[in-house]
């Protein structure tokens, strides 16, 4: 059998997926807050910038993988207006459950769907724009992930992953002693779940850097990769056009 990564530990491949599915299950109901305590506020200014990096119009599709608690999907359907189209999924129920509350929240109602990024139930050339955010490290297979989503995209279409990266050096050793030391007393404290940080910690990584990412987005059929760093490379976001 096959093996892959899970955070530091080396596991069967068909085992990741429960494995990650038990960790977002433990960390749906406290994500948002755990997001902010973590990030400092920091990531409401990473999605705010990968929407404005997606220049939506009104009435383009949009396909929000990975869509959690819905911050995405929820500030794109704003942009492309009622005659557009946002779909929100997630491999994860309980993930997906909570966005899709807060979506209700808010009076946003969108396509809702469990959804596996490796085998998308979409039509071919169907969305103006795929978006991924915190998601793509947690896939088995992101090759496989990254051509169903080029697979899904018109022709000129945008995928943006919003992930985290490869730190700049001089941030190295401080990075090292929050993730490891920090994140999971934190998410013991709030959470009542040090594992599932710790994990999240380390899936950080083992995820491919901001040039290997892009190799791997050309490679899975998109003419045109570039990436912005955020915050000194803890975070990037890479943009693929589809040729």
């Known amino acids: 059998m096959s093996s892959t990564h899970f955070g530091f530990q080396s596991v069967d491949e068909q085992d990741k997926a429960r494995r990650v599915r038990g960790v977002f299950d433990s960390v749906a109901p406290k994500y948002d807050l755990m997001n902010d305590l973590m990030s400092m506020g920091l990531h409401r200014l990473w999605k705010a910038y990968t929407v404005q990096v997606a220049n939506l119009r009104e009435g383009d599709r949009v396909l929000d993988i990975a869509g959690g608690t819905g911050d995405l999907s929820l500030a794109f359907s704003r942009k492309v207006g009622p005659r557009g189209q946002v779909v929100h999924t997630d491999i994860n129920e309980a993930m997906l ?142 943009v693929g056009i589809k040729c």
């Open 97 to 238: 459950r909570t966005g899709r509350d807060r979506l209700l929240d808010a009076g946003v109602v969108l396509p809702t769907l469990v959804c596996d990024a490796e085998k998308l139930p979409f039509a071919d050339g169907h969305f103006d724009l795929v978006s991924v955010a915190f998601g793509l490290r947690n896939m088995t297979h992101k090759d496989l992930a990254l051509k169903e989503m080029c697979r899904v995209l018109k022709p000129g279409g945008k995928l943006l992953v919003l992930e985290f990266s490869k730190v700049a050096p001089p941030l190295e050793k401080a990075y090292d002693w929050y993730s490891f030391k920090v994140l999971p007393r934190l998410g013991q404290l709030v959470a009542g779940d040090d594992a599932s940080y710790r994990y999240l910690a380390e899936s950080i990584r083992m995820h491919p850097g901001q040039q290997e990412l892009k190799a791997l987005m050309k490679n899975s059929g998109y003419g045109h990769v570039d990436y912005h760093n955020l915050t000194g490379g803890v975070v990037a976001l890479h």
